[in-house]
């Protein structure tokens, strides 16, 4: 198993921008794709975004052109850059890492076996 940890949440405006980075430990990152997945109050955990091992991306409609997925081996670290926040953008963020192969538009959420604790994210309007 890959321990991960998220950080960067935190309170914002609508428009704002927000990095979160999801560090790695345990294992290589290299050898994981890797996603972000949100849950607002009251709904259930979504996808947001994916990232394959040699840095292919997809986003989920909601948030494409605003957020972008990237990865950094070298720091065992993910990253999802925020922009043009905004308050239906409220909710915890989890970072999770699976070793199953395929592309990145067909991973599923179970397919995710490590998640991070998560990491709050609130726009005020």
């Known amino acids: 198993q890959v321990q991960l940890v998220e950080s960067g949440g935190g309170l914002v405006q609508a428009g704002d921008a927000l990095r979160l980075s999801c560090a790695a430990s345990g294992r290589t990152l290299s050898t994981y794709a890797m996603g972000w997945f949100r849950q607002a109050p009251g709904k259930e955990r979504e996808f947001v975004a994916a990232?394959?091992?040699?840095?292919?991306?997809h986003h989920a409609d909601s948030v494409r052109g605003r957020f972008t997925i990237s990865r950094d081996n070298a720091k065992n670290t993910v990253y999802l850059q925020m922009n043009s926040l905004k308050p239906e953008d409220t909710a915890v963020y989890y970072c999770?890492?699976?070793?199953?192969?395929?592309?990145?538009?067909?991973?599923?959420?179970?397919?995710?076996?490590?998640w991070g604790q998560g990491t709050q994210v609130t726009v005020s309007s």
């Open positions: 990232i394959s091992r040699s840095g292919s991306t």
């Open positions: 999770a890492a699976t070793r199953t192969y395929g592309a990145v538009v067909t991973l599923r959420q179970t397919d995710f076996t490590s």
